[in-house]
C-alpha cells in the first residue's frame, strides 16, 4: 500500500446527505481523470497549485444530462499533502450525485483509496513521520478541547525532534562501539567500558524521562488510568479488589490466575481513577518446554497484553512481595530494572506484609522498606497488606501525591504521545538498561561481565544499542516494518 503510485479517490466529507461534499483524489493521473467528470470554466491544465476553478459535473451522458455546479480546489505535487497532485471536487452534499462521481473517476483510471491511504503516501513522501501521521488521525477523533491541543501538538513534530535527538546520540555511541569492534584486536582505547556505560545510562534515564513527561493524546480528558503489575501470585488482584472496593478480580493461590485485564473505576478523594488488573510478568516464557507451543503462546498473548496495558498508563503500583523480598535479595534485580524502564510514574508496593514479623509497622517491614527505596530509583514505596487492608490508606496518598508530581512534569513540557509510543520508548530503555549491565564491570563471584574490552563485549553493546534506535525509530516510522505501517494507517478513516 505504501509504495503504490496509481491515482486514488475517495470521498473526505462524512457519509450521508449534506450541503456540500468533498471527493478528493492524489496521484499522477489525478487532472486527466477529474477532467473526465468536471467541466471547468477555464482550462484544467494550467491551474497553479492552491488555485481553484468553478465548474459543473456533468451528472449523466445522453437526454437526462444536467449540469450540476461544483467547485475544483488544485493542489499540484510536490506541494501538496501527498506530495503528489491532488484535487478536491466540491460538489453538493447528495449521495447518489456522489456515488456516481466516484464510480465516474474510477471509470476514468482513479482506484477507490483504501483507510489512510492519503496519508501513507504523505508519510512515505517523506512530508510527514510516522508518529505526525498518527497525530493526524488523534486531531480527527480528539472529543475535546484539551485532545485537540495536545494531538496538535504530536503533529507539530515536537516529540519527533525529541526522538530524533536521542536516536542521533544512540546513533554516534553505536558508532564508537563498532569502531571498537574493528579494533579489538589491537591495543587502542576507543570506547572505554565505564564511559559506554555512563552515556547507555544517561540515555536510558531520558527516554524513560520522557515517557513518563509525555501524555497520551487520546486520554487528556479521562480518568486517570492506574495499572497494577508484578509477577505473579504477589496479590494484585487482591489489591485490585480492596482499592476497588468491590470482590470482581479471582483470588487464588495459583499463580498465573489473571489473564486479562480487568478493569473497575474508583475514586480517592473524589478525584477518579481507572484501576487495571493484569496478568503477572513473568520470564517463565523462556523457561517452558520446547514442544510446549499452546502455553507458551497463552503465555506470552498474556504477557504483551500486561504491556499494552503498561504503555497506556499513567500510574503504576508495581506490587512485590514482601516476604520474598525480604528472603531473597536477588529477587531485587527484575524489580530495580523494571522500576529503571517503565514509561510511568510508579509507586512500588511490598504487599502480604502481614506475613512478615510484627506485620507492615514492624521492623523487618521498616528494613524492606528500606532497602526497597534503595532500588526504586526515586519512586515511593509502600508497605501493604491486601488481606488485612494495613497501609491502604498510606498507598491511596502515595498515588496521589505521584500523580501530582507526574502532573506537573507534565504540565512543565511533556510531549503529546499514543499509548504506541510510550511502548517503544519502553523497549527502547530495556535495551539501554541491558547495555548499562553490559557495561558494569563483572564481580568476582559471577566473573567479568562482557563489558567492552572483554570477548565479544561491543558486539554486544552494539547489538542492544542498535534494538534501542529501532524501538525508537519505530515511533518515527524510520524503522518500521510494512506490517506495521500498513496496521496503523488501517485504523483511519477513508479519505484521510
Ligand atoms: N498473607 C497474605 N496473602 C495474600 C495477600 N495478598 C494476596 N494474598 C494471597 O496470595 C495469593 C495470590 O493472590 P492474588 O491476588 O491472586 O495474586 P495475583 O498477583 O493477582 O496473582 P496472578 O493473577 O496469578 O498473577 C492468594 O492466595 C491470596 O489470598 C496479603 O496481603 N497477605
Ligand atoms: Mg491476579
Known sequence: MICDTDTIVAVSSPLGSAARAIVRLSGPEAVRCAAAVFVPDRPLGDAETYTSRNGAVALSSGPLRADVPASLLVMRGPRSYTREDVLELHLPGSPALVAETVARLCAAGARPASPGEFTARAFAAGRLDLAQAEAVMAVINAAGRRELAAASRLLSGELSECIESLVDRLRRLLARA???????????????????????????????????????????????????????????????????????????????????????????DGTPFVLSDTAGLTEAVADLAPGDDARRRLHAAAHARTLAVLARSELVLAVVDAARWTADPSSHDDVERLLATLAAPTVLVLNKCDLLPLGSGGPVADGAVASARETSHGAPVVAVSARTGEGLDALRAAVLRTLRRGDLDRAADGPAVVARHRQCMETAAEALERATLLCRPGDDDAGPAPCPGADHGEELLALELREAIDALGLITGRSSPEDVLNDIFAGFCIGK
Not at 236 to 252: P, Q
Open 178 to 268: 563498532e569502531l571498537a569492534i574493528d579494533f579489538s584486536d589491537q591495543q587502542v582505547p576507543v570506547l572505554s567500558a565505564a564511559e559506554a556505560g555512563a552515556e547507555a545510562a544517561r540515555l536510558r534515564d531520558e527516554v524513560v524521562a520522557l515517557a513518563r513527561r509525555s501524555r497520551d493524546v487520546t486520554h487528556v480528558d479521562g480518568d486517570v488510568r492506574v495499572a497494577l503489575v508484578g509477577r505473579p501470585n504477589v496479590g494484585k488482584s487482591s489489591l485490585f479488589n480492596r482499592l476497588a472496593g468491590a470482590e470482581r478480580a479471582i483470588v487464588t493461590e495459583v499463580a498465573g490466575t489473571t489473564r486479562d485485564e480487568l478493569r473497575q473505576r474508583f475514586t480517592i
